[in-house]
């Protein structure tokens, strides 16, 4: 090959390359959206997803945890409550603190998008609208004699006489699992209870505090008695234990 050629084809590789742009020489990155750090995401749909659906749920149903696309909780708990539950966790539970003024990692701005996201995809405005539910947060410690008088009215229904699921006066098709079970009962709080009992089981033909069968609500003083009568079923060292042979 002559060498003006070699100089001419050189000229016209020179050429292209100029018309192309120095953004698009080989090996340097094109033009890409801003990746943003993990403090400035803002949607709902990821931040429930990168920290809320492992337990609650991809749709806030049917995870480990208490299920939050459930109007009722939403509104009876309400708006400050939820932020607090997210930012700070509670004590002696499995829901870990999400915000950083409780050690998480969310800012304040990332947690209120969680939850009035909850509100805005899973709450009802108006669904306690005339409704008188009992307090968020039980004022006494609740008598438990009191509260297993109180769930054989209220609960023995599905839940048994004595809350093992199975009774002589359960109707079939209608028990479920044992509600005393020390397994149970270790794992969630007495607000867990609580929070159940008023708001329901979306999803696993729970009524909230106004559905019994009875056609009567409980009041907040059936709520707390029931809970104390609940928590008075924990055992101090629940699973099973070793054999003597181990221990």
Same mark, same amino acid.
């Given at each position: 090959?002559?060498?003006?050629?070699?100089?001419?084809?050189?000229? =016209?590789?020179?050429?292209?390359?100029?018309?192309?742009?120095?953004?698009?020489?080989?090996? +340097?990155?094109?033009?890409?959206?801003?990746?943003?750090?993990?403090?400035?995401?803002?949607?709902?749909?990821?931040?429930?997803?990168?920290?809320?659906?492992?337990?609650? @749920?991809?749709?806030?149903?049917?995870?480990?945890?208490?299920?939050?696309?459930?109007?009722?909780?939403?509104?009876?708990?309400?708006?400050?409550?939820?932020?607090?539950?997210?930012?700070?966790?509670?004590?002696?539970?499995?829901?870990?603190?999400?915000?950083?003024?409780?050690?998480?990692?969310?800012?304040?701005?990332?947690?209120?998008?969680?939850?009035?996201?909850?509100?805005?995809?899973?709450? +009802?405005?108006?669904?306690?609208?005339?409704?008188?539910?009992?307090?968020?947060?039980?004022?006494?410690?609740?008598?438990?004699?009191?509260? +297993?008088?109180?769930?054989?009215?209220?609960?023995?229904?599905?839940?048994?006489?004595?809350?093992?699921?199975?009774?002589?006066?359960?109707?079939?098709?209608?028990?479920?699992?044992?509600?005393?079970?020390?397994?149970?009962?270790?794992?969630?709080?007495?607000?867990?209870?609580?929070?159940?009992?008023?708001?329901?089981?979306?999803?696993?033909?729970?009524?909230?505090?106004?559905?019994?069968?009875? @056609?009567?609500?409980?009041?907040?003083?059936?709520?707390?008695?029931?809970? =104390?009568?609940?928590?008075?079923?924990?055992?101090?060292?629940?699973?099973?234990?070793?054999?003597?042979?181990?221990?």
């Amino acid at each position: 090959m002559k060498t003006s050629s070699v100089g001419m084809m050189m000229a =016209a590789a020179l050429l292209t390359l100029g018309s192309m742009g120095c953004s698009h020489l080989p090996g +340097k990155p094109g033009f890409r959206p801003e990746t943003l750090r993990p403090d400035q995401q803002l949607g709902f749909a990821l931040l429930y997803k990168s920290n809320c659906s492992g337990c609650h @749920g991809d749709n806030g149903l049917n995870g480990a945890a208490l299920p939050l696309d459930n109007p009722v909780y939403l509104g009876w708990a309400g708006r400050e409550h939820l932020i607090q539950i997210v930012a700070n966790g509670v004590p002696q539970s499995a829901m870990l603190a999400f915000g950083r003024s409780g050690g998480g990692l969310l800012t304040d701005e990332q947690v209120e998008h969680i939850v009035d996201g909850m509100i805005t995809h899973w709450g +009802k405005p108006d669904v306690l609208n005339n409704a008188n539910p009992p307090a968020y947060t039980a004022a006494s410690e609740g008598d438990a004699a009191q509260g +297993k008088a109180a769930f054989q009215t209220y609960c023995a229904r599905c839940h048994g006489a004595d809350g093992k699921g199975t009774s002589p006066g359960v109707q079939p098709g209608d028990a479920i699992g044992s509600i005393v079970d020390p397994t149970y009962l270790a794992l969630i709080t007495d607000q867990g209870l609580r929070d159940i009992a008023v708001s329901g089981m979306p999803g696993e033909g729970m009524p909230d505090w106004r559905g019994d069968a009875t @056609g009567k609500s409980m009041t907040d003083q059936d709520v707390t008695d029931i809970v =104390a009568w609940l928590a008075s079923q924990r055992i101090q060292f629940p699973g099973q234990p070793f054999s003597k042979s181990r221990q």
